[in-house]
């Protein structure tokens, strides 16, 4: 299986991976006051916060079944700290340390959504004078067929 080795500072943080996972991410945020320009949030919040997290999303036959997992999470970094992550193909990964069960989105209901987004969006992108239900659905059929003619389908 493919799997991630993540180093803290030269010491081994885990070895991440799964035989069912779809998603498998290993990343570092830091956010907060960042440099001299950064306007903060909060008057009292004048610090960076820098972390790191390593995490995956199974890809189960049955969705319902699909977990978030998570190896590694360090809340608070410093600066200097060295992060190495290394792509590896084994079958010795260290056990996810916590799962929470993935929610299972509505495709239909999320499809619905976006086309609302798209609909929208062309309404605003026609000049006001040709804002009406006959130039939507054109400019939509034409970016349908657009789509399909780049080999979507």
């Known amino acids: ?7 803290l500072n030269g010491k081994r943080a885990c070895i991440a991976g799964a035989d069912d996972l779809a998603v498998l991410s290993a990343h570092v945020t830091a956010s907060g006051k960042l440099g001299k320009k950064t306007v903060p ?8 916060d820098i972390h790191f997290y390593v995490g995956g999303l199974t890809g189960r036959r049955d969705p ?14 410093k600066i200097g700290d060295v992060i190495q992550i290394k792509i590896l193909e084994t079958e010795k990964v260290d056990r996810a340390t916590s799962s929470n069960r993935a929610k299972n989105i509505n495709k239909t209901k999320q499809a619905t959504s976006f086309i609302d987004q ?10 006001k004078d040709h804002r009406n239900v006959t130039e939507v ?6 970016i349908i067929k657009r789509v399909i003619a780049k080999g979507w389908a």
Do not use: F, G, S, Y
């Open 1 to 7: 299986m493919i799997a991630i080795e993540v180093r």
């Open 41 to 48: 949030t909060r008057p009292d919040d004048t610090t960076a």
């Open 64 to 77: 319902r079944k699909d977990v978030h997992l998570k190896w590694k999470a360090a809340p608070r970094l």
């Open 118 to 127: 798209a609909v929208q969006a062309c309404w605003l992108a026609l000049p």
């Open 137 to 142: 659905e054109k400019k939509i059929r034409r």
